[in-house]
């Protein structure tokens, strides 16, 4: 929903009825992971996807539908074994789409509070009924510092409220199910939690030509970007306008007493060893997701050494990812970026870095 903020404040100023359509469960192979939203006007106007063009004219009419009727509906696209359910998704995977009609006023006040409050970057989950003894498209809204809204039953609302925080927790969103009162291990109520964690950050070390195409790169994965360097002439706001932040600080010192959780990517473009050793010593102590040094294979070697003297582990020095990125032929700045933010993404969901053309199996890969 992130990608849709604008377009859904939008609407809601101007007092656009419209409606959303989310993919809420995957099963096999599909573009989209459960979260992807799609949202249609009542002019008939169309922002984001659900599956990149398969099913996207169907759900058109099923929002269309939901506004007329002002009641949520649930379609499945894709095939199952022989039998065909409704528009076929090429890729062969089947998704469920929960589409919800915001028809009214009130409705659309709820959720305009829910996009300021992920637009504001705080952590908040939203359980939604799917399918089931619950009313479907019943809410409820986890935040912080407290909960909102009711699936129409206390026990099924304590269960949900319990597992919506540890997803949120994870950063993970994902389909749960529930006995009519919330009881474990039963299938009578389908929730869907998405959690809107804040954006993963990138923290990216050294102010160079390098550092600035990466920095951009981190911007449009959706990453919260912070540029770090110890010289003031080079770690300026102007040399890095799409950085969330620019700091002027020892690398090492700034890693040391700023927050690293295990979403979190590090990508230090020094290669220079009075700042790479402390820095990389400092990285390798944290639970930080990935951890890229640039530099030649040589200077690779003499890094990890002098590491290995600052009493690294093998186990440790296993997570550097250097040289950083994959092996693309990059050659300026910018093919740089994009190497290392395709062994982010490798990273991230397990991917060979192979091309897919001389693979068989699943394409899209799943945490």
């Known amino acids: 929903m992130r ?3 604008s377009e859904l404040r939008a609407w809601h100023d101007a007092g656009t009825p419209f409606a959303l359509a989310t993919v809420v469960a995957v099963r096999g192979s599909a573009p989209r992971a459960p979260g992807a939203v799609m ?3 009542a002019d008939g106007t169309v922002a984001g996807s659900v599956s990149g063009g398969c099913v996207e004219s169907d759900v ?3 929002a269309a539908e939901a506004l007329a009727t002002g009641e949520p509906l649930l379609r499945t696209y894709g095939i199952s074994g022989d039998e065909a359910l409704g528009v076929g998704l090429t890729c062969g995977g089947t998704i469920d789409v929960l589409v919800q009609p915001y028809a009214t006023a009130d409705g659309r006040d709820r959720l305009r509070e829910l996009v300021d409050t992920i637009a504001r970057g705080e952590p908040v989950a939203v359980a ?3 399918c089931g003894t619950a009313p479907a498209g019943a809410r409820r809204t986890v935040l912080a510092g407290g909960v909102t809204g009711s699936l129409g039953d206390g026990g099924l609302d304590a269960a949900v409220t319990d597992d919506a925080r540890g997803l949120l927790a994870q950063g993970a ?3 749960q199910r529930y006995g009519a009162h919330g009881e474990r291990r039963m299938q009578d109520v389908t929730v869907f939690v998405q959690a809107f964690a804040p954006a993963p950050r990138m923290l990216v070390f050294g102010a160079i030509d390098h550092a600035a195409a ?3 790169i981190g911007s449009f994965l959706g990453y919260r970007v912070t540029v770090c360097d110890a010289r003031p002439a080079f770690a300026t706001r102007e040399r890095f306008p799409t950085a969330d932040e620019v700091v002027c600080a020892w690398p090492h010192t700034y890693l040391e007493s700023t927050a690293v959780d295990a979403r979190t990517v ?3 473009l020094t290669h220079d060893p009075k700042f790479d050793v402390p820095l990389l010593t400092a990285a390798l102590r944290t639970p930080a997701a990935y951890i890229g040094a640039m530099g030649s294979r040589r200077t690779h070697r003499d890094r990890i050494e002098r590491l290995r003297e600052t009493g690294a582990d093998e186990a440790a020095l296993a997570r550097l990812a250097s040289p950083v990125g994959l092996d693309l032929g990059a050659r300026t700045p910018e093919e740089t970026a994009v190497s290392i933010a395709a062994e982010i993404i490798q ?3 397990g991917g060979t870095g192979r091309p897919l053309g001389e693979l068989t199996g699943t394409i899209h890969h799943r945490p």
């Open 3 to 5: 990608e849709l903020l």
């Open 347 to 349: 990273h991230r969901w």
């Open 266 to 268: 590090i990508c230090v």
């Open 128 to 130: 939604t009924v799917v």
């Open 214 to 216: 990466t920095a951009r």
């Open 173 to 175: 969103t994902g389909t």
């Open 60 to 62: 058109y009419e099923a």
């Open 39 to 41: 949202a249609v006007a």
